[in-house]
């Protein structure tokens, strides 16, 4: 299986003025970051409200996604991760279906597997049915509490699951990271998940990543990355430390809210954001659009610099 390389953005589900699918938006969506030098998106992930959506639209999208790309040089990974394994199972299926280029799932976070053979169990039974689909396990412990050892889900997943090809990494723990990165002197792609630590990444062997912030702000992260390749250390931190500030400021307010409000103020309208999510107040649009005048980030995202 081919390792998925580079930038990968964590897509917005786009809705429209009464909060429904607005599907006509992807098109748009895939535009911008084609022309952002983004070739890979990972829709119905965390950013992309995947557990406020139904699984209807979960399949809709997923159409919408696949077809606007057809015959492109953009891919699709499809999240299909759910508390109920049988969705998981139905949104694998059809990804398949649909062609994408792989799929990936957390673990169910209700009621949370209590060791990694019941992890493994979980994604097994997912993968499956995507038998001919690469699948990624996305660890995301912030939000599903499922804090289990990712080397050792490795590393049994590794014998369980033929499909396997890596982890999306949403975990801060470097330790973990380059534990699964030296297994089996490299075989599986770990994708790095946290956006404001990716030069520390980088610099433990990260070759792709998947993130939010890629969406609006890839040619700072494609900076630092070329600034990291060239040896330039000073000028990769200071790219980094951007990248901290631009985040900073979308925490603000609600970092969805604020995300999805930077993606218009871009030209490409996502709308806002589902319950139990709240939306941003004119107020606060005002604030950010403050904030973002004084780093001059619009400008910079714009022209490319």
């Given at each position: 299986?081919?390792?998925?390389?580079?930038?990968?953005?964590?897509?917005h589900?786009?809705?429209?003025?009464?909060?429904?699918?607005?599907?006509?938006?992807?098109?748009?969506?895939?535009?911008?970051?084609?022309s952002?030098g983004?070739?890979?998106?990972?829709?119905?992930?965390?950013t992309?409200?995947c557990?406020?959506?139904?699984?209807?639209e979960?399949?809709?999208?997923?159409?919408?996604?696949?077809?606007?790309?057809r015959?492109?040089?953009?891919?699709?990974?499809?999240?299909?991760?759910?508390?109920?394994?049988k969705?998981?199972m139905?949104?694998?299926?059809d990804?398949?279906?649909?062609?994408?280029?792989?799929?990936?799932?957390?673990?169910p976070?209700?009621?949370?597997?209590?060791d990694?053979?019941?992890?493994?169990e979980?994604t097994?039974?997912?993968?499956?049915?995507?038998?001919?689909?690469?699948?990624?396990?996305y660890?995301?412990?912030?939000?599903?509490?499922?804090?289990?050892?990712?080397?050792?889900?490795?590393a049994?997943?590794?014998?369980?699951?033929?499909?396997?090809?890596?982890?999306?990494?949403?975990?801060?723990?470097?330790?973990?990271?380059?534990?699964?990165?030296?297994?089996?002197?490299?075989?599986?792609?770990?994708?790095?998940?946290?956006?404001?630590?990716?030069l520390?990444?980088?610099?433990m062997?990260?070759?792709?990543?998947?993130?939010?912030?890629?969406?609006?702000?890839?040619?700072?992260?494609?900076?630092?990355?070329?600034?990291?390749?060239?040896?330039?250390?000073?000028?990769?931190r200071?790219?980094?430390?951007?990248?901290v500030?631009l985040?900073?400021?979308?925490?603000?307010y609600?970092?969805m809210?604020?995300?999805?409000?930077?993606?218009?103020?871009?030209?490409?309208?996502?709308?806002?954001t589902?319950?139990?999510?709240?939306?941003l107040?004119?107020?606060?649009?005002r604030?950010?659009d403050?904030?973002?005048?004084?780093?001059?980030?619009l400008?910079?995202?714009?022209?490319?610099?």
């Amino acid at each position: 299986m081919s390792k998925l390389m580079g930038l990968i953005a964590a897509t917005h589900t786009p809705f429209d003025a009464e909060g429904e699918l607005n599907l006509a938006a992807v098109e748009k969506q895939a535009e911008f970051l084609h022309s952002q030098g983004i070739h890979t998106v990972f829709i119905s992930g965390t950013t992309g409200e995947c557990h406020s959506l139904t699984v209807e639209e979960r399949l809709r999208l997923t159409e919408r996604w696949t077809a606007v790309v057809r015959g492109t040089t953009m891919q699709v990974v499809v999240h299909v991760g759910s508390n109920c394994l049988k969705d998981a199972m139905r949104l694998a299926s059809d990804a398949e279906q649909k062609q994408a280029v792989a799929v990936s799932a957390f673990s169910p976070s209700y009621f949370k597997p209590p060791d990694v053979a019941t992890l493994v169990e979980c994604t097994r039974q997912v993968a499956q049915a995507a038998p001919n689909t690469p699948f990624y396990f996305y660890d995301i412990p912030s939000l599903t509490g499922v804090n289990l050892p990712t080397h050792e889900y490795l590393a049994r997943a590794s014998e369980a699951i033929p499909t396997l090809a890596g982890i999306k990494f949403t975990n801060i723990d470097m330790t973990i990271f380059q534990l699964c990165r030296a297994y089996q002197q490299g075989r599986f792609n770990i994708l790095w998940g946290t956006d404001e630590m990716l030069l520390s990444a980088l610099s433990m062997g990260a070759q792709g990543a998947v993130g939010s912030t890629y969406n609006f702000a890839a040619g700072l992260y494609h900076r630092l990355i070329s600034a990291w390749e060239s040896g330039d250390s000073d000028q990769a931190r200071l790219h980094q430390l951007q990248s901290v500030q631009l985040v900073r400021s979308l925490n603000r307010y609600g970092y969805m809210a604020s995300s999805k409000y930077l993606m218009k103020r871009l030209g490409v309208e996502v709308g806002t954001t589902r319950l139990p999510l709240p939306s941003l107040t004119p107020a606060q649009e005002r604030e950010l659009d403050r904030d973002w005048e004084q780093m001059n980030l619009l400008q910079q995202i714009r022209s490319g610099k």
